[in-house]
């Protein structure tokens, strides 16, 4: 970095930062037998860290305590692109030159890639209601299917990367990490623990971050730990940034799995049961994957009411990277299969599947499959009708090699953390009046594209009664904002948008009886009508439910098997559209990686590592790929949301997917019960029908 950046009043990067570099394992599982740093290297030219560096716990801070900042010298090997060792140096140069002078032998052990191998359990969890057996017996048809669905890559536009400055906090030994992030509290407290610093030592502020769809949300506690590391030791600011080849290859991905379902109907289409099996890969390490199964197993029902329902869910490890957060987190893999599987049975039945998703949808009054009782702001009706109003007639391609086809999905997406987490949070938000007439919000929520210093401004200002030029936001700086939680789980606008709504609102208040400067802090309460048995897995699950229903148009090449989606109307229960160019915005930028997801982002595997781990091989939608996006905005008020607002960011992810796959089956009379539908899988199944 050249000249000087300013983050904050008080936080100055200087120029001439050192470069950071990670060396990696090259198996898949083993472990280290040596480290040898060649003596023909001049090593005076870089600075080495080792796991011996580590002050504190050489542990990733996060759900368990299995991941290691740095695999030791003797440590075991869980996965390729394992950190081992990090180098720093003045110029990149030296650091390519030194890393070829590095060698690091193994005892390799036999790795563990498929999930049918798999042994290590990360976490399980078992939803029961009713009597599914019972159910079954009494059943005119029982229909079973088994659904696949594959890893995929955030990609960001900006890849991972932090600058590590030693000296700049509060007291002796602090250090200050800027980096490309989506939570920095969660990023706070890992720094804390590897580095043995105390709250006000450790510093942590979100730098304009290009993108992050979950991948920002856990993986940068990584960087910033190891950024950190090489500056305390080199006692200057070290950056380290990723290349997009080290992003791709290292760097978490969606949890691929299986989703089996067995469901019992009468001949008429009443639905009796639901019984559901689902395995996720979660990779050598722990990471987020519990709570990425937890949303996953509640929404494996669907947005349908049944009496009968059994879901066991559980994920394991394998001997490749981690996976972790991404966009819907885990809602999507489960509801590809649930929406699926309302098409097979209408189609057991000879039934339309609008039809009988009219006769199965939750409604008011409705429970889930956790015995959540819908009490308002229940969509599904309306983003149903609204989205069959608007669609439109399908008509023949024209083309003799190119068929076309229409497909439709009905889903749901719970707003905010799961059952109590939000309580135990307790996320916490700030707002200043300052003797100048203007108002500071402070919140650690971040903005990464979606809109986040806009709508902020907009809550407070419409709260306040003045013009959005007179309200700002505060740097999302650990030394500066209180912990409003993390920026995931489609909470931002709903939950901390609605504590600045009310801290504006009593600040408005206060000003009439004292003079600024004043300040207002305001927690999460969670409502007392909210109950949750984490043990049971019984109750409300999430304070309120987002809807959409998704319609989507292919046509598919018959001589190639090439898949081009082509129209895609995707009407959305916001609650309340509080920008509504953004919240349009948000649903057509998820529309386009669901349908990416669903038709050409796949990921190959090569002993235990990705092998097509570059923008040339990894193939995304660009704009020539984008189909004509429609979005309807239904605005369903939620009681507790800011001025009725519900959380749509991950919604939008949830739907396409399977609204493609039945799009394809209405052109071709195939099914694939497995995504992406490539080129390769639509032919291999055309030629076996």
């Not at 009968?308 to 490749?320: S, Y």
Request: charged residues 25%.
């Amino acid at each position: 970095m050249t000249g000087r950046a300013r983050y904050t009043d008080d936080i100055v990067v200087p120029g001439g930062a050192w470069y950071g570099r990670t060396i990696r394992s090259t198996i898949a599982r083993g472990v280290i037998r040596s480290i040898t740093l060649d003596p023909a290297f001049d090593w005076a030219r870089v600075v080495v860290v080792t796991a011996d560096d580590i002050p504190g716990d050489n542990v990733v801070q996060l759900i368990r305590d299995d991941q290691p900042v740095l695999v030791p010298n003797g440590g075991a090997i869980r996965h390729k692109e394992e950190p081992i060792l990090l180098l720093a140096a003045a110029d990149r140069s030296a650091l390519e030159e030194a890393a070829s002078h590095i060698r690091i032998e193994y005892v390799p052990a036999e790795p563990v890639y498929e999930l049918e191998q798999a042994i290590e359990v990360f976490s399980t969890v078992d939803i029961t209601k009713g009597d599914v057996a019972t159910a079954e017996r009494e059943a005119d048809f029982v229909v079973e299917r088994e659904f696949r669905v594959g890893l995929q890559e955030q990609l960001y536009i900006e890849p991972q990367g932090a600058i590590a400055i030693p000296g700049q906090g509060k007291g002796e030994g602090s250090m200050t990490v800027i980096g490309s992030l989506q939570c920095p509290y969660y990023v706070h407290r890992a720094l804390k623990r590897a580095l043995k610093l105390t709250d006000q030592q450790a510093v942590v502020i979100q730098a304009e971050t290009g993108g992050g769809f979950g991948g920002k949300e856990e993986y940068p506690s990584i960087v910033a730990v190891h950024a950190a590391l090489l500056a305390r030791k080199t006692g200057r600011p070290v950056r380290l940034i990723y290349d997009r080849h080290e992003d791709l290859a290292a760097t978490t991905k969606r949890h691929p799995g299986v989703v089996r379902h067995r469901t019992a109907v009468r001949k008429d289409g009443t639905l009796l049961s639901q019984d559901i099996e689902i395995v996720l890969d979660g990779g050598a390490y722990c990471t987020l994957t519990p709570v990425v199964l937890s949303r996953a197993a509640i929404h494996a029902a669907g947005a349908y009411s049944c009496p009968n329902v059994r879901i066991r869910a559980r994920a394991v490890a394998t001997n490749t990277p981690p996976n972790g957060a991404f966009r819907g987190f885990g809602a999507p893999q489960s509801l590809f299969a649930a929406e699926l599987m309302v098409e097979h049975v209408a189609e057991r039945l000879g039934m339309s599947s609008v039809d009988l998703r009219r006769n199965w949808m939750l409604r008011l009054g409705d429970g889930t499959a956790t015995g959540q009782k819908l009490t308002e702001s229940v969509g599904s009706e309306l983003v149903l009708d609204a989205a069959l109003k608007i669609a439109p007639t399908v008509r023949p391609s024209g083309r003799p090699t190119v068929r076309r086809g229409r497909g439709l999905s009905l889903v749901f997406h719970g707003s905010g953390f799961t059952g109590s987490g939000e309580k135990k949070l307790q996320g916490t938000v700030a707002l200043e009046a300052m003797p100048d007439g203007t108002f500071r919000i402070l919140t650690a929520s971040t903005e990464i594209g979606q809109g986040t210093k806009t709508i902020f401004c907009q809550l407070a200002a419409d709260a306040l009664g003045v013009g959005m030029d007179k309200v700002f936001l505060a740097p999302q700086d650990t030394s500066l904002v209180p912990d409003s939680g993390p920026t995931v789980a489609s909470r931002t606008a709903m939950i901390v948008g609605r504590l600045v709504q009310e801290a504006a609102t009593e600040i408005k208040q206060r000003l009439k009886r004292k003079k600024a400067p004043l300040r207002v802090e305001k927690s999460y309460v969670q409502p007392d009508s909210i109950h949750w048995d984490e043990s049971t897995y019984r109750g409300d699950a999430y304070p309120v439910y987002a809807w959409a229903c998704t319609i989507a148009d292919v046509d598919v090449d018959m001589t190639t098997g090439a898949v081009r989606v082509t129209d895609l109307v995707t009407a959305v229960d916001c609650g309340k559209a509080l920008h509504p160019v953004m919240a349009e915005g948000q649903i057509e930028g998820g529309c386009l990686q669901a349908v990416g997801w669903a038709t050409i982002e796949e990921i190959k595997m090569k002993d235990g590592g990705y092998q097509n781990d570059r923008l040339a091989t990894y193939l995304i939608p660009t704009a020539l790929d984008a189909p004509r996006i429609r979005t309807i905005l239904v605005e369903n008020p939620y009681s507790r949301g800011p001025f009725g607002a519900k959380g749509i960011g991950e919604l939008p992810m949830d739907g396409p997917a399977p609204a493609i796959i039945a799009a394809i089956h209405d052109a071709t009379g195939v099914w694939l019960d497995e995504i992406p539908a490539t080129p390769e899988k639509v032919l291999a199944a055309c030629a076996s029908r």
